[in-house]
């Protein structure tokens, strides 16, 4: 069940990446926005999808924004693309861990920085 679930997730997670990319024409939804993870429920009633989106927060919420309101888009066209039972519903959420992993980075070159300091 586990590597079911695992390959329908990839399924969803490329599928949804191209609609995005090709089929929406919502001025809302950029170009710079990337589908990191699906992650569905054992049910396959609601997938959980984290989007990626280069710029400001002002401009992820407008890219959410414009997500959420294709959203029933969405996953009808998935489910002509994918056969499943039932289509997932389709719930949106911002991967930050991107701008996470740069803020550690950010920390440890400010360590490595202070600590030749220290040296001199």
Known sequence: MAYRLERINKEIKRELSNLIQSELKDPRISEMVSITKV???NDFR???VFVSIYGDKNRQAENMKGLESASAFLRKEL???IRLRYTPELIF???DSIDYGMHIDSI???IKKSEKEDES
């Open 39 to 41: 992650k569905t429920t």
């Open 46 to 48: 609601y997938a959980k």
């Open 93 to 95: 959420e911002i991967d």
């Open 79 to 81: 489910g002509k693309k």
């Open 108 to 110: 440890l070159k400010d």
